[in-house]
T-cell receptor
Framework: IAGITQAPTSQILAAGRRMTLRCTQDMRHNAMYWYRQDLGLGLRLIHYSNTAGTTGKGEVPDGYSVSRANTDDFPLTLASAVPSQTSVYFC????????????FGPGTRLTVL | GQNIDQPTEMTATEGAIVQINCTYQTSGFNGLFWYQQHAGEAPTFLSYNVLDGLEEKGRFSSFLSRSKGYSYLLLKELQMKDSASYLCAVLDSNYQLIWGAGTKLIIKP
């Protein structure tokens, strides 16, 4: 692995289903983030984690949950998907030693029908 | 509230120069970032400014004025591959990035 990987690349999901988006980084960064990006809007922070074992809510956390059991992995779970969660989801990580520059994964395109 | 403003779309000609502006109002300031995002891809880092002035990196330069809450990204000798969205983001007092909606830059031959 080099950098950040996300899975799946894309997914079509029926409303009401549970879904986990996976994110793994191999840069040993302390902080990790989940964003959603919708047309015409900036990246919006869903949840973040400043270090393994801690998580925090971002701007749009409702309907989403995260966990950070170790440094490398930061999964995002939609407990019961709704059509308004159709979006492109980006995972990112950063290290305070690099002025918090964020490195992004390739994204997951999620469609909820 | 926190707010970052940048133009929605700009058009420029191959070989020319373009300046993309960004104004911000945030709770605290710990630096300003510019990212490039090609369609269908992830954002990638371009520049970081935390002190006033101009930072030059090849064809791209970024300027910051903290007193005016203002930054710009200057792209010189434009190439077709520069067609992308350019995202301005500010690191606030909680070290969270606040993102602008991005400026879509269209390069014409």
């Amino acid at each position: 692995i080099a950098g950040i990987t996300q899975a799946p690349t894309s997914q079509i999901l029926a409303a009401g289903r549970r879904m986990t988006l996976r994110c793994t980084q191999d840069m040993r960064h302390n902080a990790m983030y989940w964003y959603r990006q919708d047309l015409g809007l900036g990246l919006r922070l869903i949840h973040y984690s400043n270090t393994a074992g801690t998580t925090g809510k971002g701007e749009v956390p409702d309907g989403y949950s995260v966990s950070r059991a170790n440094t490398d992995d930061f999964p995002l779970t939609l407990a019961s998907a709704v059509p308004s969660q159709t979006s492109v989801y980006f995972c990112a990580s950063s290290d305070s030693e690099s002025h918090n520059e964020q490195f992004f994964g390739p994204g997951t395109r999620l469609t909820v029908l | 509230g926190q707010n970052i403003d940048q133009p929605t779309e700009m058009t420029a000609t191959e070989g020319a120069i373009v300046q993309i502006n960004c104004t911000y109002q945030t709770s605290g300031f710990n630096g300003l970032f510019w990212y490039q995002q090609h369609a269908g891809e992830a954002p990638t880092f371009l520049s970081y400014n935390v002190l006033d002035g101009l930072e030059e990196k090849g064809r791209f330069s970024s300027f910051l004025s903290r007193s005016k809450g203002y930054s710009y990204l200057l792209l010189k000798e434009l190439q077709m591959k520069d067609s992308a969205s350019y995202l301005c983001a500010v690191l606030d007092s909680n070290y969270q990035l606040i993102w602008g909606a991005g400026t879509k830059l269209i390069i014409k031959p």
